[in-house]
């Protein structure tokens, strides 16, 4: 993020938006758990949560959008290429997590709701990819040691 023009509207902006939903991430996913709720309070605090989630993967897909941008030759190549595939990873979360929406609130698979388990791909694929040698598919010389 370091590498980011800052002076750009555009960059400010988006991280504001970027700021103020993850301040609210923590507060919808209680809303969402909270078994003091009713089932129609925690169907739509998910659905303003799923909202709030791909608009937050959306954002850093933007961010690693710029800085993969050839011309502005914000960073070297190896970090290009690095960026169009966390680019491209973060456009897909977004979709799948998208996807959770068309779920209803009341599907349960083994005692979890599908929403939230939709919810946790982009987690579990973060993971798996920190636990790679080669993050994000770059080759091994191009690593820092």
């Known amino acids: 993020m370091s590498v980011l023009p800052i002076e750009t509207r555009l960059i400010t902006f988006l991280n ?3 700021l103020v939903l993850v301040a609210l991430t923590p507060y919808l996913f209680d809303q969402v758990v909270s078994t003091f709720n009713s089932l129609s309070v925690q ?3 998910s659905i303003l949560f799923t909202v709030d989630l791909a608009a937050s993967l959306l954002i850093l897909a933007a961010f690693a959008h710029i800085i993969a941008q050839e011309e502005d030759h914000l960073v070297d190549g190896y970090v290009m ?3 169009r595939r966390v680019r491209n990873r973060l456009s897909i979360l977004t979709g799948i997590v998208l996807i959770a929406l068309v779920a209803p609130w009341d599907w ?3 005692g979890v709701h599908i929403r939230l388990l939709i ?3 982009p987690i579990i694929s973060f993971w798996i ?3 790679r040698r080669s993050p994000f598919g770059l080759p091994r010389d ?3 040691p």
């Open 142 to 144: 191009a690593r820092n």
């Open 108 to 110: 349960v698979f083994l």
């Open 43 to 45: 169907e739509y605090a």
């Open 81 to 83: 290429i690095r960026m």
């Open 16 to 18: 504001i938006v970027l």
């Open 129 to 131: 990819n920190r636990m």
């Open 119 to 121: 919810w946790s791909v």
